[in-house]
């Protein structure tokens, strides 16, 4: 059974930069039975809705959320099984629990881990 | 970013049967259709359908997705305590490249 796991700070400073692990089990990031997925990072402020951050496809592109892009980063390691977000110049207005997600169909989440921008 | 229309909130009594809409346009719910999650409070959304219908393994057949045009449905049949949560709508944008999803739809089951 495909897993996801979040892990990172539960605080961060504003104007700093949040740094996020996701961490998969029960398969690879790199494939799975011979099919290639994409991964990606969604955030739910307290009380929200969904918003999508960003999504890197298995082609190698990476596309990220145009109100987020110019402070968003994502990667993949694919020998360590994770893929990683950074978002940089954080304000109180990126606080919001950030989960990780299999895409395109979103099929497995992690837990959710909730990141709180606070001095 | 323009996002999904969904309306805010539904309530159905128990055993009845509740269709959520959400609403997009032909670079997203028209052209590749959406995905539908439940939520429940507290905890991370979990995938009912995905792009139109395609119900994983797991998911009671209650729950069934369809299309017209720009707008997905849900429908959810012999409505039960537990169908109480919110209810999004997903979908990739091809002409934005982008994700957009709904705002979300509450529904209380009395």
């Known amino acids: 059974q495909l897993q996801l796991q979040e892990s990172g700070p539960g605080l961060v400073k504003p104007s700093e930069t949040l740094s996020l692990t996701c961490t998969v089990s029960g398969g690879s990031v790199s494939s799975i039975s011979g099919t290639r997925y994409s991964w990606g990072w969604i955030r739910q402020p307290p009380g929200r809705g969904l918003e999508w951050i960003g999504t890197f496809f298995y082609s190698g592109t990476t596309y990220y959320n145009p109100s987020l892009k110019s402070r968003v980063t994502m990667s993949i390691d694919t020998s360590n099984n994770q893929f990683s977000l950074k978002l940089s110049s954080v304000t109180a207005a990126d606080t919001a629990v950030y989960y990780c997600?299999?895409?395109?169909?979103?099929?497995?989440w992690g837990q959710g881990t909730l990141v709180t921008v606070s001095s | 970013q323009a996002g999904l229309t969904q309306p805010p909130s539904e309530s159905k009594d128990l055993g009845q049967t509740a269709t959520l809409t959400c609403t997009g346009n032909?670079?997203?719910?028209?052209?590749?259709?959406a995905a539908w999650l439940q939520q429940h409070q507290g905890h991370p959304p979990k995938m009912l359908s995905y792009r139109n219908n395609n119900r994983p393994s797991g998911i009671s057949e209650r729950f069934s997705a369809s299309r017209s045009g720009n707008t997905a449905s849900l429908t959810i049949t012999g409505l039960q305590p537990e169908d109480e949560a919110d209810y999004y709508c997903s979908a990739w944008d091809s002409s934005l490249s982008a994700r957009v999803f709904g705002g979300g739809t509450k529904l209380t089951v009395l």
């Open positions: 997600a299999r895409h395109p169909d979103l099929d497995y």
């Open positions: 032909s670079n997203n719910v028209g052209d590749e259709g």
